[in-house]
């Protein structure tokens, strides 16, 4: 029985390949091209632990919070990869698989604070108690990536755990409301 979880959610693409206790885990920094990375870098990390596809039993994936494209490309990765492979993909918050009260930075001096089984909430960073913060808050980037890296294990890890469980279809975790907003300016009128 194999696990794959995976997590784009920042920038970043994680993966982690679990199986009897044993990991494999590529955690690879970037700004853009998640969406062009994920799918070889699953494949990458399938042959390095001598893997196929059809040897996986269950999938995990983060669900957020984070970048909203992020997240949608992960989120719809496991869904797709779920129904071709026709095994179970279960969706995980930062929050779900923390011991407690977490907090992420958030755009504008904000903070998402949350904790397992309860809604999130975006609150002023001044106001996440000390000792909050998810060591994915980390500024350095090998501590980023080591604490990626455990998270995506941890996922592979509950993915693995619950395939006993019927599956939870993966929802995208979004926290503050969408900014985008309609062009300011007024289209030219069309003609004839």
Not at 56 to 76: D, E, K
Not at 91 to 113: I, K, N, Q
């Amino acid at each position: 029985m194999r696990a794959l979880a995976f997590d784009s959610s920042g920038p970043y693409v994680a993966a982690a390949l679990f199986a009897g206790g044993d990991s494999h885990v590529r955690v690879e920094p970037m700004a853009r091209g998640q969406g062009e990375r994920l799918m070889p870098l699953l494949e990458e990390l399938l042959a390095e632990a001598g893997a196929d596809w059809s040897d996986l039993t269950a999938l995990g994936v983060g669900t957020g919070p984070g970048n909203f494209t992020g997240i949608r490309i992960s989120v719809g990765a496991a869904r797709g990869l779920s129904l071709g492979l026709g095994i179970p993909a279960y969706g995980y918050s930062l929050f779900d698989l923390s011991p407690g009260e977490t907090a992420l930075p958030a755009p504008a001096g904000m903070g998402y604070l949350g904790s397992p089984g309860s809604d999130p909430a975006l609150v002023p960073a001044a106001e996440v108690p000390p000792g909050a913060w998810s060591p994915l808050a980390a500024e350095a980037p090998e501590a980023l990536a080591e604490a990626r890296a455990e998270l995506v294990t941890r996922m592979a890890e509950a993915a693995l755990a619950e395939t006993s469980a019927p599956a939870r279809r993966p929802t995208p975790l979004y926290i503050r409301p969408p900014d985008a907003a309609p062009p300011k300016l007024v289209p030219p009128p069309r003609l004839p």
